[in-house]
């Protein structure tokens, strides 16, 4: 399943090649951090859940089988990583006070601000669902998973991914309609 430039990365990797490890992280730094802003909810913790992820994939690569694409491996430790980091916040009844924001340039003050307000309202409805929900909207329509991906890395079947996301963006429209609370 996996490619040969990844099986190339993976065997140098378990080969004890540094420089390898650091291409890895390269490719895959921009994607595992993005998830874990999408499930954290800002900058200061899916810095710290992308570490924890890099951390934990340097760890166990020794033990990846490749059965299965080197990306799905790691975003499910990102996935992982973030969950863990999660239950630990609830346990500490913390709660992250910004919403990170990633506004490109526009012509306008108005029109960053407009920009950045209805990002707001879409994390904040984003937010309403619960886990599963969250998980596969963040991963499909925030980071451009495929099914298949997103499936591997949640370990649920790929029909499992296609009706949560169907749900999910059902109960996004009503929540941003204001017919759910």
């Known amino acids: 399943m996996q490619n040969e430039y ?24 921009k994607r595992v951090y993005n998830i874990a802003l999408g499930l954290c909810k800002n900058e200061h913790d899916a810095m710290d859940v992308a570490q924890e992820a890099f951390l ?24 992982n990583a973030a969950y863990d ?49 969250k998980a596969v909207i963040i991963l499909r329509d925030i980071n451009g998973l495929s099914y298949s991906e997103i499936a591997q890395a949640l370990s649920i079947e790929e029909g499992t991914v296609k009706s949560r996301l169907f749900r999910a963006r059902a109960m996004l429209r009503k929540i941003l309609d204001g017919t759910l609370e």
């Open 6 to 29: 990844d099986s190339m990365i993976v065997g140098r990797i378990k080969g004890g090649d540094r420089q390898a490890f650091d291409m890895l992280f390269d490719i895959y730094q």
């Open 85 to 133: 980091f999660l239950r630990a916040q609830s346990k500490r009844s913390e709660v992250p006070i910004e919403m990170a924001q990633n506004v490109k340039a526009a012509t306008t003050p108005e029109a960053v601000y407009e920009k950045m307000e209805k990002r707001q309202v879409v994390r904040a409805a984003i937010e309403k669902l619960n886990e599963e929900h």
């Open 56 to 79: 934990r994939i340097y760890k166990s690569i020794k033990t990846f089988r490749e059965d299965s694409s080197l990306s799905t491996w790691i975003y499910r430790i990102t996935v």
